[in-house]
């Protein structure tokens, strides 16, 4: 329908980043006393440092380090949730080249902890976005290490995933598809 | 006892500081399958990025900022675990500022979502190390800010908190006092 796609095309026109999003919704979320979830800082191996007299350290010299875990996690009803964040051009599936090896490593570590653990996934030409549960994210891995697809399909996505509204406050009301992960694990 | 000391001595001997310890532990955890519990990198604000050819970026001009929460989090059996380590070389109390304020206004929002809280306190002189629960944390640092004392006395902190013995595999073995906040919290 019009309406539906001029929605849409509202928030794309807004230029937020799904990342930019999620942290304006984890900022409602926690001033809200709803969930405590916070993205990690980018980790930085630090070589070299000045420190000037009468002003504030400053880093001279500095690495990009490959980061261990996912970028996002936190608590929310008690439940530990971890999940990464990811855009994509494609229209008709997602690829698995958008994630490490050591970030599903991580999530499969948290899972077997007991922890929640998922991706977000936006499909930036339709503006369109998905909380996918990390089991499915696992099963589409581990069968592309056996020789299948390198991607997941959109359809499979939708069938499999939780559509993410966009609203206002917060503008990505994930927790609201988390709600369904935990009724499902209980 | 001569022997107990002595066992301290030896630890103490190692010059390992009680944030290399944990991690350590953290890592005997993670690879035994136990809990995912990870430090978080070094929040830093990048100002200049050089992009030379043919090898890594390299960050030329880089701040340290503040870090919003503690130091630690993770999940433990389905459990949200968030801490901060501490070493004084008090000998008969804790200083409360080791602590920053927003570091105890976000171990009270997890608490609040539902998650276990608490700080990993270790007096570096005698080589002892507690848990303290952070509803132990919160009441002397509310007390504080109504006039009270400026510290947890460490008779307090045997008290409330659990005491970490040294050992290997892990160095601090402090997911054991967790147990003992989970069962609690049942
Ligand atoms: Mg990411
Ligand atoms: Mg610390």
Redesign the interface.
């Known amino acids: 329908a019009p309406s539906h796609t001029g929605t849409r095309t509202n928030y794309g026109d807004r230029g937020m980043s799904l990342e930019a999003e999620l942290n304006e919704s984890n900022q409602y979320y926690?001033t809200n006393?709803?969930?405590?979830i916070?993205k990690?800082?980018?980790?930085?191996q630090?070589v070299k440092v000045d420190y000037p007299r009468r002003s504030?350290?400053?880093?001279?010299?500095?690495?990009?380090?490959h980061?261990?875990?996912t970028d996002y996690?936190?608590?929310?009803?008690?439940?530990?949730?971890?999940f990464d964040a990811k855009e994509t051009k494609n229209k008709v599936s997602f690829p698995l080249k958008n994630f490490h090896e050591h970030q599903v490593e991580?999530l499969r570590?948290?899972v077997?902890?007991?922890?929640i653990g998922f991706a977000i996934i936006r499909f930036t030409n339709e503006g369109d976005t998905f909380l996918l549960p990390a089991s499915v994210l696992f099963k589409f891995w581990d069968n592309q290490a056996n020789g299948g697809r390198k991607s997941i399909p959109r359809a499979d996505i939708e069938a499999s995933g939780y559509s993410i509204p966009f609203q206002l406050n917060p503008l990505v009301p994930y927790l609201s598809a988390v709600d369904s992960l935990i009724a499902k694990k209980k």
């Open positions: 926690l006393g709803i969930a405590v916070h990690k800082p980018t980790p930085v630090i504030a350290a400053t880093i001279k010299e500095a690495y990009f380090r980061p261990s875990t996690n936190g608590v929310y009803q008690g439940h530990y949730i971890d991580h570590a948290c077997q902890a007991g922890g």
